[in-house]
């Protein structure tokens, strides 16, 4: 039986998804008029096309445009929605789009060289948060006796790997390779799935120049599926289990094909998940588009943060020219719950963040730990200098193009001063790992070297 809580949030997304699309539209007519911002005719291209995932987390896009943030900065946006991974990185490179939301390590693999090599940068952090690890129902019937069990009889979370060990292990003595998806080589799922896997002990394989899919030494095979058809491969039995962003671990519960069994915030707490990404050539020609779009992004974000606007966000993102799915799914993840199995949902306020804890500030620390995975993973093949992570991260992550942003957002009243976090790029040494391991940006060698699996380098 559903709680009074769950009854409320739902009968709001209701009324929300009834008139989300009449809200939406009235935003949108409003917004089509000649644009109002005082620096529009500063704007060099005003004309712009962004790509996206159908994923939750692509929200600060969508608000930006449906409630005018664009238009009030001089932008006329259109979005479109993208096939994968590989084909939104491919069309931002070849200027098909002006920008795109990306996976965090993107733009970063694009500079470090691994995979198609370009000059990207991001001026905006778009969330995070926002992931989970999904198994099937045969192998959640198979962990659950090894998973640990509260007063109230349900599972006690975060749930580790150790209690996939044993039905990695059966599969293997049946000679089937446990399989699991993720959604590409340089995704903050895949180092989340990785990380997760080995804090456990169990192998998750390495890349080499002959094994490109990361798979030497696997004890679990890791390959690529695009987000939105994670759920019908699982249910084909192709994979047995994935890493993905919203909604897709939610519609695993709600086709009762599957069980979300953590979420990446238990891997790491609060960590970065998409960026808003686009050409360093780009920037440099249309400074003043660049800024009037890391404007309109910030007050997105901020939007999104009001727990007040998350069932309006809702009946927006499911349209089906954004995500497309069904409310209800949504609203499982983005008001401030998370459901596991079937009627065991949690209060996770945290699940989606797109603009507290400085969300969407770029922070070189979260660029390099990114880098450390890669070299972790064997993507980036030889050793690099702990100064070689400083200045490559620098060169694609952009904090001083945000603050120049969010510095006129205060002057305009828009967005509070004590909202600019006082940092010199780098967060803090910090332990929130799902294996309580340090990690400090400035100190990747001495990260890299803590683990037991995995590439390690000498200082």
Same mark, same amino acid.
């Given at each position: 039986?559903?709680?009074?809580?769950?009854?409320?949030?739902?009968?709001?997304?209701?009324?929300?998804?009834?008139?989300?699309?009449?809200?939406?539209?009235?935003?949108?007519?409003?917004?089509?008029?000649?644009?109002?911002?005082?620096?529009?005719?500063?704007?060099?291209?005003?004309?712009? !096309?962004?790509?996206?995932?159908?994923?939750?987390?692509?929200?600060?896009?969508?608000?930006?445009?449906?409630?005018?943030?664009?238009?009030?900065?001089?932008?006329?946006?259109?979005?479109?929605?993208?096939?994968?991974?590989?084909?939104?990185?491919?069309?931002?490179?070849?200027?098909?789009?002006?920008?795109? +939301?990306?996976? @965090?390590?993107?733009?970063?693999?694009?500079?470090?060289?691994?995979?198609?090599?370009?000059?990207?940068?991001?001026?905006?952090?778009?969330?995070?948060?926002?992931?989970?690890?999904?198994?099937?129902?045969?192998?959640?019937?198979?962990?659950?006796?090894?998973?640990?069990?509260?007063?109230?009889?349900?599972?006690? +979370?975060?749930?580790?790997?150790?209690?996939?060990?044993?039905?990695?292990?059966?599969?293997?003595?049946?000679?089937?390779?446990?399989?699991?998806?993720?959604?590409?080589?340089?995704?903050? +799922?895949?180092?989340?799935?990785?990380? *997760?896997?080995?804090?456990?002990?169990? +192998?998750?394989?390495?890349?080499?120049?002959?094994? #490109?899919?990361?798979?030497?030494?696997?004890?679990?095979?890791?390959?690529?599926?695009?987000?939105?058809?994670?759920?019908?491969?699982?249910?084909?039995?192709? #994979?047995?289990?994935?890493?993905?962003?919203?909604? *897709?671990?939610?519609? @695993?519960?709600?086709?009762?094909?599957?069980?979300?069994?953590?979420?990446?915030?238990?891997?790491?707490?609060?960590?970065?998940?998409?960026?808003?990404?686009?050409?360093?050539?780009?920037?440099?020609?249309?400074?003043?588009?660049?800024?009037?779009?890391?404007?309109?992004?910030?007050?997105?974000?901020?939007?999104?943060?009001?727990?007040?606007?998350?069932?309006?966000?809702?009946?927006?993102?499911?349209?089906?020219?954004?995500?497309? @799915?069904?409310?209800?799914?949504?609203?499982?993840?983005?008001?401030?719950?998370?459901?596991?199995?079937?009627?065991?949902?949690?209060?996770?306020?945290?699940?989606?963040?797109?603009?507290?804890?400085?969300?969407?500030?770029?922070?070189?620390?979260?660029?390099?730990?990114?880098?450390?995975?890669?070299?972790? *993973?064997?993507?980036?093949?030889?050793?690099?200098? @702990?100064?070689?992570?400083?200045?490559?991260?620098?060169?694609?992550?952009?904090?001083?193009? *945000?603050?120049?942003?969010?510095?006129?957002?205060?002057?305009?009243?828009?967005?509070?001063?004590?909202?600019?976090?006082?940092?010199?790029?780098?967060?803090?040494?910090? !332990?929130?790992?799902?294996?309580?391991?340090?990690?400090?940006?400035?100190?990747? #060698?001495?990260?890299?070297?803590?683990?037991?699996?995995?590439?390690?380098?000498?200082?």
């Amino acid at each position: 039986m559903r709680t009074l809580t769950s009854l409320l949030i739902l009968a709001v997304v209701a009324l929300f998804t009834a008139c989300g699309g009449d809200s939406a539209s009235t935003a949108s007519s409003t917004s089509a008029a000649p644009a109002s911002a005082p620096n529009a005719a500063l704007i060099e291209k005003p004309q712009l !096309t962004f790509g996206f995932i159908k994923l939750t987390d692509m929200a600060p896009l969508a608000i930006a445009k449906e409630l005018g943030y664009f238009e009030e900065e001089g932008l006329y946006v259109s979005i479109e929605a993208q096939s994968n991974w590989k084909n939104i990185l491919d069309r931002v490179i070849d200027g098909q789009l002006d920008g795109a +939301h990306m996976l @965090a390590g993107q733009p970063i693999a694009a500079g470090a060289g691994f995979g198609r090599q370009a000059q990207l940068i991001t001026p905006f952090s778009m969330d995070l948060n926002g992931n989970g690890i999904t198994v099937s129902n045969d192998v959640w019937d198979q962990m659950k006796p090894n998973v640990p069990k509260g007063p109230d009889g349900k599972p006690v +979370h975060p749930i580790s790997a150790e209690a996939l060990k044993p039905v990695i292990e059966t599969y293997a003595g049946e000679g089937k390779p446990f399989k699991m998806g993720m959604v590409f080589p340089v995704s903050t +799922h895949n180092y989340e799935l990785r990380y *997760w896997l080995a804090a456990a002990d169990v +192998h998750p394989g390495m890349y080499t120049a002959d094994n #490109i899919q990361g798979q030497v030494d696997a004890e679990v095979l890791l390959s690529v599926t695009p987000p939105p058809q994670m759920p019908a491969t699982l249910e084909a039995g192709t #994979i047995y289990g994935y890493c993905v962003g919203e909604p *897709w671990n939610q519609q @695993a519960v709600f086709k009762g094909i599957g069980v979300p069994v953590t979420t990446n915030s238990d891997v790491w707490k609060n960590n970065p998940e998409k960026v808003f990404a686009l050409r360093k050539d780009f920037a440099e020609k249309y400074p003043n588009t660049t800024k009037a779009i890391t404007k309109a992004l910030i007050r997105a974000g901020k939007w999104l943060d009001e727990p007040e606007n998350r069932p309006t966000a809702v009946g927006i993102l499911s349209r089906s020219e954004y995500v497309g @799915a069904d409310s209800i799914v949504l609203a499982n993840s983005m008001t401030g719950t998370f459901e596991f199995e079937k009627g065991d949902k949690r209060e996770m306020p945290d699940f989606n963040v797109f603009y507290r804890y400085n969300a969407t500030y770029p922070f070189y620390s979260d660029g390099v730990w990114f880098l450390t995975q890669m070299r972790r *993973w064997g993507q980036i093949s030889e050793p690099k200098s @702990a100064e070689w992570y400083d200045t490559k991260i620098r060169e694609i992550y952009r904090p001083d193009l *945000w603050q120049v942003a969010a510095e006129e957002l205060v002057a305009e009243g828009k967005i509070a001063a004590g909202d600019l976090p006082e940092t010199d790029g780098y967060k803090p040494a910090t !332990t929130d790992f799902i294996d309580g391991v340090s990690y400090d940006g400035k100190d990747p #060698i001495g990260y890299l070297s803590s683990f037991k699996i995995g590439n390690k380098d000498a200082k």
